[in-house]
Nanobody, 129 residues
Framework: QVQLVESGGGSVQPGGSLRLSCVAS?????????AGWFRQAPGKEREGVAA???????AYADSVKGRFTVSRDNAKNTLYLQMNNLRPEDSGVFYCAADGPLWAQVGPRSLRQDEYKYWGQGTQVTVSS
């Protein structure tokens, strides 16, 4: 049984930082496929935030470029999202997703939720003063 478990969410003031982690069990992050982070704000659809494949092939939503960094540690089978300079509009439930599109499909497709097979339960991020 595949399980993705996120952690690291919480409440932070604007300008602050958080680091999300996603540990996989029953599944090994495949180097050739994207794993990603998605966000769902209240009343809004879930949207792709960042994704990573291979040896650092990454994709980011325009709203987080320059502030968020996605990475993964294959030895620990863990996906990370470092979030800096957080803004109130970054608030929402962050989901980890795995078994996404192939690395060659970097771009919009790597941030589409219907391209991913496995999902975590989510972790809440709240940015407010």
């Amino acid at each position: 049984q595949v399980q993705l478990v996120e952690s690291g969410g919480g409440s932070v003031q604007p300008g602050g930082s958080l680091r999300l982690s996603c540990v996989a069990s029953g599944y090994t992050f495949e180097r050739t496929k994207f794993a990603g982070w998605f966000r769902q704000a209240p009343g809004k659809e879930r949207e792709g935030v960042a994704a990573v494949a291979g040896s650092g092939i990454t994709a980011y939503a325009d709203s987080v470029k320059g502030r968020f960094t996605v990475s993964r540690d294959n030895a620990k089978n863990t996906l990370y999202l470092q979030m800096n300079n957080l803004r109130p509009e970054d608030s929402g439930v962050f989901y980890c997703a795995a078994d996404g599109p192939l690395w060659a499909q970097v771009g919009p497709r790597s941030l589409r939720q219907d391209e991913y097979k496995y999902w975590g339960q989510g972790t809440q991020v709240t940015v407010s003063s």
